[in-house]
């Protein structure tokens, strides 16, 4: 089947494009670099015409208040456009916990995207995941100097994309969950432990330091970022990725 494929270039949509492609389906990326422009809309109706599946993953290009205006109007167009095409299943990536931390901008934007498609009459699916593994490295550079790096111990359950990605394309092959499905990691951390294990595997011999002010997710109570019991786990460890990524 012809499945569309928003933000397929990227490092998640372009391994679901692939996936899709070798499982024998129609899997078209659309991204601005093919000629698809979200927020006008150029190009929606041409990239939509004959799918049955379109698969969310774009991203906003900021994480502050102004992504709430592009999940806004992306997901306006891209429903409108889906609705003429017939589109019959209508799917988002997006986060564990998300609706749980209306302190940060972001995570409010993904929320009100959801909230957009669930209510759009289309049938649909939300897939929410955990921190992704490749990601963390990041996420250490935003509190981090020579000698230190300053974490919250937030709780979390991070996975590799690929996982992401197999999540993804289970759902989109499949009859329209209208519910969303939660997929974590097998390994739970606090991201202050995170951080120990990420430098220990980089032979990085900086001190982690506990700082509930820190980065990001200094923002966010309790374990909302960690998936319920009702989730569905992937193989992959933590540890055994690092491996295999030097």
Same mark, same amino acid.
């Given at each position: ?6 933000? &397929? ?21 659309? +991204? ?15 990239? =939509? ?38 589109? &019959? ?15 940060? !901008? ?12 669930? $209510?759009?009459?289309?049938?649909? *699916? ?14 250490? *550079?935003?509190?981090?100097? !020579? *000698?230190?790096? /300053?974490?919250?111990?937030? #709780? ?10 197999? +999540? ?5 092959? &499949? ?25 220990? +595997? /980089?032979?990085? $011999? ?5 700082? !509930? ?16 019991? !009702? +989730?569905?786990?992937? #193989? ?5 990725? =690092?491996? *295999?990524? /030097?």
């Amino acid at each position: 089947m012809k499945i569309v494929v928003i933000g &397929g270039t990227g490092l998640i949509g372009s391994q679901v494009v692939r996936e899709l492609s070798e499982a024998g389906h129609d899997a078209v990326p659309a +991204a601005l670099s093919t000629g698809v422009d979200l927020i006008s809309g150029k190009g929606l109706d041409e990239v =939509l015409s004959g799918a049955e599946v379109v698969v969310n993953v774009a991203n906003s290009p900021t994480f502050d208040e102004a992504s709430l205006e592009f999940f806004r109007t992306s997901m306006g167009n891209l429903l409108a456009a889906g609705q003429r095409a017939g589109v &019959g299943h209508q799917m988002v990536l997006s986060i564990v916990g998300v609706d749980q931390v209306p302190q940060l !901008d972001y995570y409010r934007a993904k929320t009100l995207q959801e909230e957009l498609l669930r $209510d759009s009459g289309t049938p649909w *699916s939300v897939v929410r995941a955990t921190q992704f593994f490749e990601f963390v490295d990041a996420i250490l *550079s935003w509190t981090s100097d !020579d *000698s230190t790096v /300053r974490l919250p111990a937030t #709780p979390v359950q991070p996975m590799a994309a690929a996982d992401v990605v197999a +999540a993804v394309v289970d759902v989109a092959t &499949g009859a329209p969950l209208n519910a969303v499905r939660n997929v974590g990691g097998p390994d739970a951390f606090t991201l202050d432990e995170l951080g120990r294990v990420t430098l220990a +595997a /980089r032979h990085d $011999d900086r001190n982690v330091v506990v700082d !509930d002010s820190a980065g990001m997710f200094a923002a966010v109570d309790g374990d909302v970022l960690v998936p319920g019991p !009702d +989730a569905r786990l992937a #193989p992959t460890h933590y540890a055994d990725w =690092l491996r *295999s990524s /030097r």
